[in-house]
């Protein structure tokens, strides 16, 4: 079982920026799938970005590349999604997801096991 706890989500304005956190614990390996996705009301839910926990490389959605970036603490457990130049479509509840199968890799069609309760994000114009 892994546990996850994300936190970081507020109010700001479009243009600003917010840090996402999202800490494993529990029977993790040295090397699993992670990744942050979203649903905003009324949407279904889509992936934001997958990584490997020990990669260097990360799998961005297109509505966000160039403004979202992704950083690891492998000792910490800890992945953080940084989200700049943020606009009103941005508004969502965004969780965070976790896997320890890496047998087809680490994308953002990635059938996640674990999910965080979720931080709410909201982005006004």
């Known amino acids: 079982q892994v546990q996850l706890v994300d936190s970081g989500g507020g109010s700001v304005q479009a243009g600003g920026s917010l840090t996402l956190s999202c800490t494993a614990s529990?029977?993790?390996?040295?090397?699993?799938?992670m990744g942050w996705f979203r649903q905003a009301p009324g949407k279904k839910r889509e992936g934001v970005v997958t990584?490997?926990?020990?990669?260097?490389?990360?799998d961005f959605a297109d509505s966000v590349k160039g403004r979202f970036t992704l950083s690891r603490s492998f000792a910490k457990n800890l992945l953080s999604l940084g989200m700049n130049n943020l606009t009103p479509e941005d508004t969502a509840m965004y969780y965070c997801?976790?896997?320890?199968?890496?047998?087809?890799?680490?994308?953002?069609?990635?059938?996640?096991?674990?999910w965080g309760q979720g931080t709410k994000v909201t982005i006004s114009s």
């Open positions: 529990g029977s993790t390996y040295s090397n699993y799938c």
């Open positions: 997801a976790a896997d320890l199968n890496t047998t087809w890799g680490c994308r953002l069609s990635h059938n996640f096991s674990y």
């Open positions: 990584a490997f926990t020990a990669g260097d490389v990360a």
